[in-house]
């Protein structure tokens, strides 16, 4: 039986503006602490200016805020019951013959609805703002990349000019340009020929284009050129999908993403988990409201409601722990991509309808 009208309003307002209260607070904090680092960095950048790190950690927060939106789910949901519950409003509902089965009906919908929109409109928001925060990092923190990080990209290829190693210090995601790049070219005997230090380099197809380019050749003095080419045999676009990770692919892409992966002959695995990770995600959030309904239900006058609290923050965490698991067993391709995407979500559902019927009636 459906909750009314008014009521389930009432109820999914206060879900609804508690659950956003959790995630602009923890995105706030985020934002802080991010903003707080990226200053720090900027002293070691030339042109890092405090409102361009503004501006730099305005874009990357969204990415790291998104991962943890099933909790803002699960602690808004359980405040708000907690709420409900304090003020005697669930006592109220319950006495005039409604079932915790019904006024958890417009929490859950919120949780619906809240997947649905993050998934179609905030994840592509956020994925488009992360490659751009990748393309500011790139440009100001290129060298001190290499200091901080000590990780380099790689690639060998071979081609009319003879065979070349690159090493580039970060990649621009989503694009097939390289930052703080340098490149080892060898003739077809494999004897070194020459190095070229440049600070961009963009694939084309069939060549290389550096920029800001200073070539190095061994009995020769240096030269410097704005723009010097190199042939390469390299499909431009299965470079921009080596160095673009899943998480940085708007949802709306991934479908052509995957096909053109597999077009390529390249494992796609990694990006059919993410597609079906996102579409578990509304799902995920129902569940997280069930796990808050479980420990939040307890009327405050029979206490024990602080142990309950830390029971549902310990089932929220023990979830995430198994996402992150069969995330993992997934992207190693040991389980397929839809059962390590919904796993959690359904076993999370399942889990938290059994305990709400063990508790309201068993």
Same mark, same amino acid.
């Given at each position: $039986?459906?909750?009314?009208?008014?009521? !389930?309003?009432?109820?999914?307002?206060?879900?609804?503006? =508690?659950?956003? *209260?959790?995630?602009?607070?923890?995105?706030?904090?985020?934002?802080?602490?991010?903003?707080?680092?990226?200053?720090?960095?900027?002293?070691?950048?030339?042109?890092?200016? =405090?409102?361009?790190?503004?501006?730099?950690?305005?874009?990357?927060?969204? @990415?790291?805020?998104?991962?943890?939106?099933? #909790?803002?789910?699960?602690?808004?949901?359980? @405040? =708000?019951?907690?709420?409900?519950?304090?003020?005697?409003?669930?006592?109220?509902?319950?006495?005039?013959?409604?079932?915790?089965?019904?006024?958890?009906?417009?929490?859950?919908?919120?949780? %619906?609805?809240?997947? @649905?929109?993050?998934?179609?409109?905030?994840?592509?928001?956020?994925?488009?703002?992360?490659?751009?925060?990748?393309?500011?990092?790139?440009?100001?923190?290129?060298?001190?990349?290499?200091?901080?990080?000590?990780?380099?990209?790689?690639?060998?290829?071979?081609?009319?000019?003879?065979?070349?190693?690159?090493?580039?210090?970060?990649?621009?995601?989503?694009?097939?340009?390289?930052? !703080?790049?340098?490149?080892?070219?060898?003739?077809?005997?494999?004897? #070194?020929?020459?190095?070229?230090?440049?600070?961009?380099?963009?694939?084309?197809? +069939? /060549?290389?284009?550096?920029?800001?380019?200073?070539?190095?050749?061994?009995?020769? &003095?240096?030269?410097?050129?704005?723009? /010097?080419?190199?042939?390469?045999?390299?499909?431009?676009?299965?470079?921009?999908?080596?160095? =673009?990770?899943?998480?940085?692919?708007? #949802?709306?892409?991934? &479908?052509?993403?995957?096909?053109?992966?597999?077009?390529?002959? %390249?494992?796609?695995?990694?990006?059919?988990?993410?597609?079906?990770?996102?579409?578990?995600? &509304?799902?995920?959030?129902?569940? $997280?409201?069930?796990?808050?309904?479980?420990?939040?239900?307890?009327?405050?006058?029979? *206490?024990?409601?602080?142990?309950?609290?830390?029971?549902?923050?310990?089932? +929220?965490?023990?979830?995430?722990?198994?996402?992150?698991? $069969?995330?993992?067993?997934?992207?190693?391709?040991?389980?397929?991509?839809?059962?390590?995407?919904? #796993? &959690?979500?359904?076993?999370?559902?399942?889990? +938290?309808?059994?305990?709400?019927?063990?508790?309201?009636?068993?």
């Amino acid at each position: $039986m459906l909750i009314g009208p008014t009521l !389930g309003r009432y109820f999914a307002m206060r879900f609804v503006r =508690t659950i956003l *209260g959790v995630f602009v607070t923890v995105f706030t904090l985020v934002y802080t602490l991010d903003f707080v680092e990226l200053l720090r960095r900027a002293g070691e950048a030339e042109g890092a200016t =405090t409102g361009l790190m503004a501006q730099l950690s305005l874009y990357r927060t969204p @990415a790291v805020a998104e991962a943890v939106l099933p #909790f803002a789910v699960l602690f808004g949901s359980m @405040a =708000t019951l907690l709420q409900l519950s304090r003020k005697l409003e669930l006592v109220v509902a319950r006495a005039a013959g409604i079932s915790a089965w019904q006024f958890l009906q417009p929490g859950l919908f919120v949780a %619906l609805l809240v997947g @649905a929109v993050t998934v179609g409109a905030y994840n592509p928001l956020s994925a488009v703002l992360k490659q751009r925060s990748t393309e500011i990092e790139a440009r100001i923190f290129a060298k001190a990349t290499k200091a901080s990080s000590g990780k380099d990209l790689w690639i060998r290829q071979k081609s009319l000019d003879g065979q070349a190693i690159i090493r580039a210090e970060t990649a621009i995601e989503g694009t097939t340009t390289l930052a !703080g790049v340098s490149v080892f070219t060898f003739d077809d005997a494999g004897l #070194f020929v020459s190095q070229i230090e440049a600070a961009r380099a963009k694939l084309h197809d +069939g /060549y290389w284009e550096l920029t800001d380019t200073r070539l190095l050749v061994p009995g020769s &003095p240096p030269e410097s050129f704005d723009t /010097y080419l190199i042939a390469s045999t390299l499909d431009p676009g299965q470079i921009r999908q080596r160095f =673009t990770p899943p998480e940085s692919v708007p #949802f709306w892409q991934l &479908p052509e993403t995957i096909a053109r992966q597999e077009r390529a002959g %390249l494992d796609a695995t990694r990006y059919r988990l993410q597609y079906d990770v996102l579409l578990a995600r &509304p799902v995920l959030f129902m569940a $997280m409201v069930l796990v808050a309904a479980t420990v939040s239900l307890r009327f405050f006058r029979f *206490g024990g409601v602080g142990k309950l609290v830390l029971g549902g923050v310990a089932a +929220g965490f023990a979830l995430y722990v198994v996402r992150q698991l $069969m995330e993992g067993l997934g992207a190693s391709g040991i389980v397929s991509p839809p059962v390590a995407a919904w #796993f &959690p979500a359904v076993v999370g559902s399942l889990l +938290g309808t059994l305990t709400l019927l063990y508790q309201e009636d068993g």
